[in-house]
């Protein structure tokens, strides 16, 4: 069975510095597109970045130079590296697995709350 | 950049149809997906590839796209249906995803 964990959401400053895990299980994490997907209060939903099997990866334009995606395949585990934080990035973050051919989100996981305030 | 215009809200009684639309410009050359979020819950896919539902997601769901609009369809609504509905494409031009902005149903 497939399960995303997500973990490292918290309080942070505005210009902070964050890093949010995914652990992932039931699949090789290598094998599949995996993306970052975040919501806003009660917002709609935002594609963040997405790194594909090959290891190519992609950002949104509103976060493209202050976040990394990266992954771990020894560990399972997906990342994303959050530098210059804003209050706009506050949000719960999810991660998620690609089906099909990657250009959708096939599972994902409970998400973690990242708030960025002073 | 690719934009997905989705109406804010959709009312519709129990055990009648709703239609939820989501615009774009092409959007039949383009695969469609729409998500269903429930209140505190994670995202759920419940059609892929314009029309194709996964295992478990009732076949009262259903999705077609043609032209400039694609719709997910529920029949026969419950009051387990009322939910937020987000369509998505893939923007292959830029390797980027693409959300509408969502529609709220309620059930009547």
């Known amino acids: 069975e497939v399960h995303l964990a997500e973990s490292g959401g918290g309080l942070m400053q505005p210009g902070g510095s964050l890093r949010l895990s995914c652990a992932a299980s039931?699949?090789?994490?290598?094998?599949?597109?995996m993306s970052w997907v975040r919501q806003a209060p009660g917002k709609g939903l935002e594609w963040v970045s997405v790194?594909?099997?090959?290891?190519?990866?992609f950002y949104a334009d509103s976060v493209k130079g202050r976040f990394s995606i990266s992954r771990d395949n020894s560990k399972s585990t997906l990342y994303l590296q959050m530098h210059g934080l804003r209050v706009e990035d506050t949000a719960v973050y999810y991660c998620?697995?690609?089906?099909?051919?990657?250009?959708?989100?096939?599972?994902w996981g409970q998400g973690t709350l990242v708030t960025v305030s002073s | 950049s690719y934009i997905l215009t989705q109406p804010p809200s959709v009312s519709v009684a129990p055990g009648k149809t709703a239609r939820i639309t989501c615009g774009g410009s092409n959007i039949g050359s383009k695969s469609v997906q729409w998500y269903q979020q429930r209140p505190g819950q994670a995202p759920l896919l419940v059609i892929y590839?314009?029309?194709d539902r996964p295992s478990g997601i009732p076949e009262r769901f259903s999705g077609s796209n043609s032209g400039n609009t694609a719709t997910l369809t529920i029949s026969r609504v419950e009051a387990g249906d009322e939910a937020d509905y987000y369509c998505?494409?893939?923007?292959?031009?830029?390797?980027?995803?693409?959300f509408g902005g969502g529609t709220k149903v309620t059930v009547l």
């Open positions: 590839y314009d029309t």
């Open positions: 790194i594909y099997s090959g290891g190519n990866t």
């Open positions: 998620t697995r690609g089906g099909g051919s990657g250009t959708y989100f096939w599972d």
């Open positions: 039931g699949f090789i994490v290598s094998n599949y597109y």
């Open positions: 998505q494409v893939w923007d292959g031009s830029s390797d980027h995803y693409v």
